[in-house]
């Protein structure tokens, strides 16, 4: 069944103690305003993992990582591993956004690697895509999301794709203020949905959650999430502040 869902990515935000703080004002709001039919994710770094995962025990909140190592363990300093993040109960973990794409030059190959990864440890991944500012003024942004998710993602087999959530996140809209317009978020999130479906075919497709990432907040969340294609969102900026996250939640359809 397709969820919606609301994901926070806090990127390299917070002190330990803010990050505790945060986390416990979520699960609090979620409580209070009973979110229950919204997955709500929150997305800290590394060291703050495992408070976050004790903080939401017994909760319906849910963690999930950044990042993770496209290795399974062994000499890779610095690096984390799906089964370490699986063994401190992480529900989900971002991969390919596009920061790591640039700053860290990954590339599919790697990408599909990590995706495999979080799947054999049980682990959700929130795959991102989304084309630049170039890409976007050239017409091409269709022809760069097909290429990003059928080079990591297209050798899976069915059972373990439809274990996906797809995030759309357009580069030029990410921590600029200027979201895709709810037209332009549903066109690119039908597009996928109907690649999906030409590969893996209309049952998978109808069913993945496809989140839209890029500058949404408390006041544009509601109006890109009523669109039929648009499951939720991946929340940068917005979800460091838990009642505007909350309200970025809220946005989601009754
Ligand atoms: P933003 O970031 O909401 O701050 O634009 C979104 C993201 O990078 O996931």
């Not at 025990?57 to 089964?83: C, F, M, R, W």
Request: with cysteine.
């Amino acid at each position: 069944m397709r969820k919606n869902i609301v994901a926070g990515n806090w990127k390299m935000n917070k002190t330990f103690q803010q990050a505790e703080e945060l986390v416990a004002e979520v699960k609090d709001l979620m409580e209070e305003h009973e979110i229950k039919h919204t997955e709500v994710i929150v997305i800290p770094p590394f060291p703050y993992l495992e408070m976050a995962t004790d903080l939401a025990q017994g909760s319906p909140l849910k963690v999930g990582a950044q990042n993770v190592s496209d290795h399974d363990y062994g000499a890779y300093t610095g690096e984390i591993s799906a089964p370490m993040l699986a063994s401190m109960e992480v529900n989900y973990c971002i991969v390919g956004h596009s920061e790591r794409r640039k700053y860290f030059r990954e590339k599919s190959k790697a990408l599909a690697e990590k995706v495999k990864q979080l799947l054999n440890a049980g682990i959700t991944p929130i795959f991102c895509c989304g084309e630049d500012l170039e890409k976007r003024e050239k017409g091409q942004q269709e022809k760069v999301v097909e290429r990003q998710i059928s080079k990591a993602l297209f050798e899976l087999e069915p059972d373990d794709f439809s274990r996906m959530v797809i995030a759309y996140e357009p580069v030029w809209a990410i921590g600029t203020g200027k979201n895709a317009t709810p037209e332009q978020a549903q066109e690119m999130h039908a597009f996928i949905r109907k690649i999906i479906e030409g590969k893996y075919g209309k049952d998978i497709s109808e069913n993945i959650s496809i989140l839209y990432g890029g500058s949404c907040n408390a006041k544009n969340a509601k109006s890109l999430f009523k669109n039929p294609d648009v499951d939720g969102g991946l929340i940068g900026g917005a979800s460091l502040n838990a009642e505007e996250f909350l309200k970025v939640i809220r946005g989601i359809p009754a």
